[in-house]
């Protein structure tokens, strides 16, 4: 009990989102009398929180480094309209389309961060900037109108499904299958893991609660897996999701440029002068979020099937709330790529779960600021009880 204790008080953060989260589940489960995890209402909410979940991969990054990006919801509406115009308008190719989209995110991204690694204009100041610019443009490259439909190709990415290439009858086998090697993966992964610590001779949690920890991830695993396959299997966004997540999230905790990033946000004076380049940080950090709203914003014009001059409306403020609810500190240096998804998956399921049970817009929108103001504070009353 004391070493469980002390495991939740050192990871008093990871373990309170991860807590919301199940209770956040479990009580929407019992007033939705079930429906929430229904394979369909899980396939929902995945694609439903696809582009959230991208932004706010990117987003945590920004935080991290003690910056903020307000404009990524107008820089996915302008891609969508720009791939619109590409795909729809111009009948190019959707591979050359989704290319272009992507490099055009990348460049907005590499203007922003130029004013505000280079030029030292506040962060806030710019992406506000980048918002209501982009947003314009949005409305000058649509006309004020409506641009549908894609081409199926790229409605694919955000609405397809893998075929099953064993062509189960009531499941989908490809999924079991695919759930079965990931629960492996991870019992590996972890063991090994584990030897690592032990042969540094680094602190090892008991043989008791390693086991219990990965035999409860190994269930959630199998548990979505056969939701999944009870459906129509793994939708091709959730490949890109998991792609993403696994990405970054060895990148951030495993290289160079990871550390780096939580160096400039943890202390930017003493990165520099540990030789960590903060500026050429910061710059490849805006271009990343550029390129990932870019992303986000060809997956939800590919789930809507059209591009439109409302879209991604609050896009921004889902992402950060994402990042923060996830445990990110707006101070920076702080936060976690998976952190960032629970925290996505905690407004998702709030979304979705308050939509079943009917309640209106615009409770759910201040419910949504209820939890991100509860989440701030947890922070910083968390801050001042370990300093």
Same mark, same amino acid.
């Given at each position: 009990m004391n070493e469980i204790k002390n495991l939740i008080t050192q990871n008093i953060r990871k373990f309170g989102m991860i807590i919301a989260l199940v209770g956040i589940v479990i009580i929407f489960q019992v007033l939705t009398g079930g429906i929430l995890l229904t394979p369909l209402n899980i396939t929902n909410i995945i694609m439903q929180n696809s582009y959230i979940i991208i932004l706010a991969i990117g987003m945590v990054l920004v935080i991290i480094t003690g910056e903020i990006d307000l404009s990524v919801g107008s820089v996915a509406a302008f891609i969508g309209a720009i791939s619109a115009t590409f795909m729809v308008s111009m009948n190019m190719p959707v591979v050359l389309a989704v290319l272009l989209s992507l490099m055009i995110g990348a460049l907005i991204g590499a203007w922003q961060g130029f004013w505000v690694a280079f030029i030292k204009v506040p962060a806030f100041i710019v992406t506000l900037a980048g918002m209501l610019l982009f947003r314009g443009l949005t409305m000058v490259v649509l006309g004020g109108r409506t641009l549908a439909p894609f081409p199926t190709q790229f409605r694919t990415i955000?609405?397809?499904?893998?075929?099953?290439?064993?062509?189960?009858?009531?499941?989908?086998?490809?999924? /079991? +299958? #695919? &759930?079965?090697? !990931?629960?492996? *993966?991870?019992?590996?992964?972890?063991?090994?893991?584990?030897?690592?610590?032990?042969?540094?001779?680094?602190?090892?949690?008991?043989?008791?609660?390693?086991?219990?920890?990965?035999?409860?991830?190994? /269930? +959630? #695993? &199998?548990?979505? !897996?056969?939701? *999944?396959?009870?459906?129509?299997?793994?939708?091709?966004?959730?490949?890109?999701?998991?792609?993403?997540?696994?990405?970054?999230?060895?990148?951030m905790n495993r290289t160079i440029g990871g550390r780096h990033i939580y160096a400039v946000g943890g202390n930017e004076r003493a990165a520099l002068l540990s030789g960590v380049k903060a500026k050429k940080v910061k710059f490849w950090v805006y271009v990343n979020m550029g390129v990932l709203a870019a992303l986000a914003g060809l997956v939800f014009a590919g789930r809507l099937n059209a591009a439109t001059p409302q879209a991604g409306n609050l896009f921004e403020?889902?992402?950060?709330?994402?990042?923060?609810?996830?445990?990110?500190?707006?101070?920076?240096?702080?936060?976690?790529?998976?952190?960032?998804?629970?925290?996505?998956?905690?407004?998702?399921v709030l979304n979705n779960g308050m939509s079943l049970l009917g309640v209106g817009i615009d409770w759910q929108q201040a419910i949504k600021g209820l939890v991100l103001l509860g989440a701030v504070a947890f922070d910083i009353l968390n801050k001042k009880k370990s300093s």
């Open positions: 955000s609405s397809s499904f893998m075929n099953d290439w064993f062509s189960g009858d009531s499941l989908h086998l490809l999924t /079991i +299958i #695919i &759930g079965v090697i !990931a629960c492996i *993966l991870y019992v590996v992964m972890q063991v090994k893991f584990r030897k690592n610590m032990k042969k540094y001779n680094q602190v090892v949690s008991s043989p008791t609660l390693f086991v219990t920890k990965v035999v409860s991830v190994v /269930i +959630i #695993i &199998g548990f979505f !897996a056969y939701r *999944l396959a009870a459906y129509a299997g793994i939708p091709y966004i959730l490949l890109i999701l998991l792609t993403l997540v696994a990405s970054y999230t060895f990148y403020l889902d992402a950060i709330a994402a990042a923060v609810i996830g445990g990110a500190s707006l101070t920076g240096g702080i936060g976690t790529v998976v952190g960032a998804v629970i925290g996505s998956l905690i407004m998702g």
